[in-house]
């Protein structure tokens, strides 16, 4: 058929309708009324239909806008993921300095103040060879005392070196003691048993004092009664 066409079509419109002629060489009828010819209004039916599908055609979506809505929206969603990724990162870095904000503020609040007069560095080297001593000392003694007696030995000499520093440190370690009931607990324990065992070696030792200077004095009048006696 495409080599061989027997019939000719013609894409060109025609100049003139042959039934527009037909209607404008029509006479006019008496009543002044005219009316379309029933072909011409069966013809404008199939044309009103192409029309009405042809803007149908005309209003759907072409590739172009379809590919662009798509691109759209991919832009949008790696858009997103970028945002995320940036807020991680951001409170990723929020919290890293708020920790390193802590870690520098805790330490700075265990130095001692400045009208104290503690020096940090011969205090520390003071209390470092107290510990020492105290592991020398219970060498040779069982493990609760060798355990025991640095720490003890330590602790004391931190008080009298550099008790503003030794009292931060402790209520540093109070504060993280009160996060957990059963450390709490043991250590308001064990600092009462101290307490009360220093209590008591102190009672005890003012107790002998007097006693020892109620017999001193006893001797005393005693030697002063013999000296008068034997004059």
């Not at 000719?8 to 419109?13: D, F, L, R, S």
């Not at 030995?153 to 540093?172: D, E, F, I, K, S």
């Not at 007097?210 to 013999?226: F, I, K, L, P, S």
């Amino acid at each position: 058929m495409a080599l061989y066409p027997r019939t000719t079509a013609y894409a060109e419109q025609p100049t003139e309708d042959p039934i527009k002629q037909i209607r404008d060489h029509s006479p006019v009828p008496a009543s002044g009324i005219t009316e379309k010819p029933q072909e011409e209004q069966q013809q404008q039916q199939p044309t009103e239909g192409v029309s009405g599908a042809l803007a149908q055609i005309t209003q759907s979506p072409s590739p172009t806008d379809r590919l662009a809505s798509q691109i759209r929206e991919a832009r949008l969603a790696v858009h997103g993921y970028a945002v995320k990724a940036e807020d991680t990162v951001n409170q990723g870095m929020n919290r890293f300095m708020s920790a390193e904000h802590d870690f520098t503020s805790t330490i700075a609040s265990l130095a001692p103040p400045k009208e104290s007069n503690e020096k940090l560095l011969p205090g520390g080297i003071y209390v470092l060879v107290a510990a020492m001593a105290g592991s020398i000392i219970s060498r040779n003694r069982n493990i609760l005392l060798r355990f025991a007696t640095p720490i003890v030995t330590g602790v004391t000499t931190a008080h009298y070196v550099v008790p503003r520093t030794t009292q931060n440190v402790g209520n540093l370690v109070w504060s993280y003691e009160e996060k957990y009931p059963v450390v709490r607990d043991n250590h308001l324990r064990i600092t009462e048993g101290v307490r009360h065992f220093v209590e008591t070696g102190k009672a005890h030792s003012q107790m002998g004092l007097a006693m020892a200077e109620e017999r001193v004095q006893g001797v005393r009048e005693a030697v002063e009664d013999w000296v008068k006696k034997g004059r």
